[in-house]
């Protein structure tokens, strides 16, 4: 379960966001719109932005409050101010985007053109001009969001089980007959979606090329400060420089399971069955650790028993993770975050548990809302949570369209950067462990995180690209689910556990795919944690091995840190990475130094085993 931040303008946008011509009862013709543009000036399109902002920041307030409330106390009452605020955010985006398309032709300075199109950008779907189609295309968004919510796996009529009941049953289960029955249950559900969804992207796509764009995929690449085919280049060529090291750590698992259920199930030569990882997309593998991990894993201790014994409770833990950024020479979080936050499940209502970071107002008004329980993962997690919070905050004093990270995969890496300084050495400085362990523990957690980070990176690239290709026509519906397979097989070494047709639709049981959320920004975090992570450890001064370093109390690293986060989005990405790294470009080289001495370990379990399918 993946944490989330909720904040400004794009987080809120790109889930409420829809339909472009969806108010009033005609939509402008294009041949009109144009001729109003000529005539707009650039003084009109600077007061336009700077009234757009102020609207935007009121709504943002209000809708951020109702949702606050919707997920601190759980009723019907709630869900439904919830959905009106975001009722309003919505119409209120269609008709700035429509007023924004005025000055599509006018010459404008630099910010007022970059806030212009983070306004439309704010879009993820956009409706065709057709009011009949807006509406339908809008009806289609609440329907594959319901399916999705509602799947259930009925083993009879009177024993239902919902994703999450079979989510566990898949991380605990070493039975492959359960785990088989819990994965068929839940991507059966998305077969009646398929139709739908093919609707959908015919809609969608007709929307994007009124815009001016290819296709829905196009747009969306489009967002990203640079050509949209050179951006698709760039992933294909950072996937390039991980993939030994995925396939690596693949081999071995593979081995691993073999032993386990039989080379009859797991053979040793073709792609793994996607069942048997763990997890219901086989993205993540971490719950697989106990089948695959080295013998002498164990580092000698235990985060959750340390904090035990060091008496910390769930507001300790949050503090302790305060003291990480203020040693870094942050401002203490306000007193209201720790008067407005959640931290503990209540005993007398329903609350939503998945942890998140909230910015209320723009401001200072930060929370997080999480029911923390006193374990060493929960310690990392809160502080990637707080990381979100830093972030708000240092971006606060830019325009409400810069408020948001440089791109969407900058908020999920700055995070996980800083959970990876959660490390041992930090444990001792702060007074949790009194000896950090000899490096030759440090298999084990490295194998541990790698089941998570780079297991994950085929999948968070893969998602995407194959919506891009459906988007594009490149595949038809009738390939939908070949074409699906197919990239798991070619990005990821995993295969369907039993046959699968044209009749499924198994893209469409994972979340992101009905719920219309771009994917390619987990990918881009995954990349981009362990470039800032290795620069931070540069500005620090720590010249150790990179998977051991802590940032902590390390004002230089704080500052560099900082000046990046302050941009906010106001220049496009590469020149807040530059800022922090030297470099505008991305590169994974900082991956594969963080996992050297895995790769190294790996390497040598596999040299007598068949790698590759």
């Given at each position: 379960?993946?944490?989330?931040y909720k904040l400004s303008l794009t987080?809120?946008?790109?889930?409420s966001a829809l339909l472009l011509t969806?108010?009033?009862?005609?939509?402008?013709?294009?041949?009109?719109?144009?001729?109003?543009?000529?005539?707009?000036?650039?003084?009109?399109?600077?007061?336009?932005?700077?009234?757009?902002?102020?609207?935007?920041?009121?709504?943002?307030?209000?809708?951020?409050?109702?949702?606050?409330?919707?997920?601190?106390?759980?009723?019907?009452?709630?869900?439904?101010?919830?959905?009106?605020?975001?009722?309003?955010?919505?119409?209120?985006?269609?008709?700035?985007?429509?007023?924004?398309?005025?000055?599509?032709?006018?010459?404008?300075?630099?910010?007022?053109?970059?806030?212009?199109?983070?306004?439309?950008?704010?879009l993820t779907l956009a409706a065709p001009?057709?009011?009949?189609?807006?509406?339908?295309?809008?009806?289609?968004?609440?329907?594959?969001?319901?399916?999705?919510?509602?799947?259930?796996?009925?083993?009879?009529?009177?024993?239902?089980?919902?994703?999450?009941?079979?989510?566990?049953?898949?991380?605990?289960?070493?039975?492959?007959?359960?785990?088989?029955?819990?994965?068929?249950?839940?991507?059966?559900?998305?077969?009646?979606?398929?139709?739908?969804?093919?609707?959908?992207?015919?809609?969608?796509?007709?929307?994007?090329?009124?815009?001016?764009?290819?296709?829905?995929?196009?747009?969306?690449?489009?967002?990203?400060?640079?050509?949209?085919?050179?951006?698709?280049?760039?992933?294909?060529?950072?996937?390039?420089?991980?993939?030994?090291?995925?396939?690596?750590?693949?081999?071995?698992?593979?081995?691993?399971?073999?032993?386990?259920?039989?080379?009859?199930?797991?053979?040793?030569?073709?792609?793994?069955?996607?069942?048997?990882?763990?997890?219901?997309?086989?993205?993540?593998?971490?719950?697989?650790?106990?089948?695959?991990?080295?013998?002498?894993?164990?580092?000698?201790?235990?985060?959750?028993?340390?904090?035990?014994?060091?008496?910390?409770?769930?507001?300790?833990?949050?503090?302790?993770?305060?003291?990480?950024?203020?040693?870094?020479?942050?401002?203490?979080?306000?007193?209201?975050?720790?008067?407005?936050?959640?931290?503990?499940?209540?005993?007398?209502?329903?609350?939503?548990?998945?942890?998140?970071?909230?910015?209320?107002?723009?401001?200072?008004?930060?929370?997080?809302?999480?029911?923390?329980?006193?374990?060493?993962?929960?310690?990392?997690?809160?502080?990637?949570?707080?990381?979100?919070?830093?972030?708000?905050?240092?971006?606060?004093?830019?325009?409400?369209?810069?408020?948001?990270?440089?791109?969407?995969?900058?908020?999920?890496?700055?995070?996980?950067?800083?959970?990876?300084?959660?490390?041992?050495?930090?444990?001792?400085?702060?007074?949790?462990?009194?000896?950090?362990?000899?490096?030759?523990?440090?298999?084990?957690?490295?194998?541990?995180?790698?089941?998570?980070?780079?297991?994950?990176?085929?999948?968070?690239?893969?998602?995407?690209?194959?919506?891009?290709?459906?988007?594009?026509?490149?595949?038809?519906?009738?390939?939908?689910?070949?074409?699906?397979?197919?990239?798991?097989?070619?990005?990821?070494?995993?295969?369907?556990?039993?046959?699968?047709?044209?009749?499924?639709?198994?893209?469409?049981?994972?979340?992101?795919?009905?719920?219309?959320?771009?994917?390619?920004?987990?990918?881009?975090?995954?990349?981009?944690?362990?470039?800032?992570?290795?620069?931070?450890?540069?500005?620090?001064?720590?010249?150790?091995?990179?998977?051991?370093?802590?940032?902590?109390?390390?004002?230089?690293?704080?500052?560099?840190?900082?000046?990046?986060?302050?941009?906010?989005?106001?220049?496009?990405?590469?020149?807040?990475?530059?800022?922090?790294?030297?470099?505008?470009?991305?590169?994974?080289?900082?991956?594969?130094?963080?996992?050297?001495?895995?790769?190294?370990?790996?390497?040598?379990?596999?040299?007598?085993?068949?790698?590759?399918?």
């Amino acid at each position: 379960m993946k944490p989330i931040y909720k904040l400004s303008l794009t987080a809120v946008l790109v889930s409420s966001a829809l339909l472009l011509t969806a108010c009033g009862e005609k939509a402008a013709d294009p041949a009109e719109t144009k001729a109003v543009a000529t005539q707009a000036t650039a003084e009109e399109a600077k007061a336009f932005v700077k009234a757009a902002g102020d609207e935007f920041s009121t709504l943002l307030l209000e809708v951020n409050r109702a949702d606050w409330i919707a997920s601190n106390f759980i009723t019907e009452d709630t869900e439904a101010l919830s959905a009106a605020a975001g009722q309003k955010l919505t119409e209120m985006v269609v008709r700035l985007a429509n007023q924004a398309a005025r000055f599509n032709d006018t010459e404008v300075d630099y910010d007022t053109r970059r806030q212009l199109d983070k306004l439309k950008q704010a879009l993820t779907l956009a409706a065709p001009q057709d009011k009949a189609k807006t509406e339908e295309l809008s009806g289609i968004v609440a329907k594959l969001n319901a399916m999705y919510g509602k799947g259930k796996y009925c083993k009879t009529p009177d024993n239902c089980l919902d994703l999450g009941q079979m989510s566990s049953t898949m991380a605990s289960s070493r039975s492959y007959d359960e785990q088989l029955e819990m994965w068929t249950g839940w991507h059966n559900t998305a077969a009646p979606m398929k139709p739908i969804y093919v609707r959908q992207v015919e809609l969608a796509n007709e929307g994007a090329k009124e815009l001016g764009y290819a296709d829905t995929g196009a747009m969306w690449r489009s967002k990203y400060d640079m050509d949209p085919n050179a951006f698709a280049l760039e992933l294909d060529k950072q996937w390039g420089a991980v993939k030994p090291l995925y396939d690596a750590l693949h081999c071995h698992v593979r081995a691993k399971l073999s032993e386990k259920y039989g080379a009859d199930k797991v053979p040793l030569n073709k792609p793994i069955p996607a069942h048997l990882l763990g997890n219901m997309w086989a993205q993540s593998w971490g719950n697989i650790y106990d089948l695959v991990a080295p013998a002498d894993a164990d580092p000698g201790y235990d985060v959750t028993k340390l904090l035990a014994d060091k008496g910390y409770d769930e507001l300790k833990m949050v503090k302790g993770a305060e003291g990480f950024f203020t040693s870094l020479g942050f401002a203490p979080l306000p007193e209201t975050f720790w008067t407005r936050s959640l931290f503990v499940q209540p005993k007398d209502r329903d609350v939503v548990c998945h942890a998140s970071a909230w910015d209320l107002d723009a401001k200072d008004d930060l929370r997080i809302k999480m029911c923390i329980q006193r374990t060493g993962e929960e310690f990392s997690v809160i502080h990637h949570e707080l990381g979100h919070n830093f972030y708000q905050r240092a971006y606060k004093n830019q325009p409400v369209f810069y408020q948001e990270s440089a791109n969407d995969g900058f908020h999920e890496a700055i995070g996980d950067t800083i959970a990876l300084s959660v490390t041992p050495k930090y444990l001792q400085q702060i007074g949790l462990l009194e000896q950090i362990p000899d490096e030759s523990k440090d298999i084990g957690l490295l194998l541990k995180l790698a089941l998570d980070k780079v297991a994950f990176l085929p999948f968070g690239l893969l998602v995407d690209q194959w919506r891009w290709q459906v988007f594009s026509g490149q595949v038809k519906p009738e390939q939908y689910n070949e074409a699906w397979w197919k990239l798991r097989e070619q990005y990821q070494g995993v295969a369907a556990p039993i046959a699968r047709t044209e009749a499924d639709f198994d893209a469409g049981a994972k979340y992101h795919v009905p719920g219309n959320t771009p994917y390619t920004r987990y990918f881009l975090a995954h990349i981009l944690q362990f470039q800032f992570h290795k620069a931070l450890c540069e500005k620090a001064g720590d010249t150790g091995a990179i998977h051991r370093c802590s940032i902590y109390n390390s004002k230089e690293a704080g500052a560099a840190l900082n000046e990046m986060l302050e941009m906010g989005s106001s220049r496009p990405w590469q020149e807040a990475l530059a800022k922090l790294t030297g470099k505008p470009e991305m590169d994974s080289s900082a991956i594969l130094a963080y996992f050297a001495p895995l790769k190294t370990w790996l390497d040598e379990q596999n040299k007598d085993r068949q790698c590759g399918w």
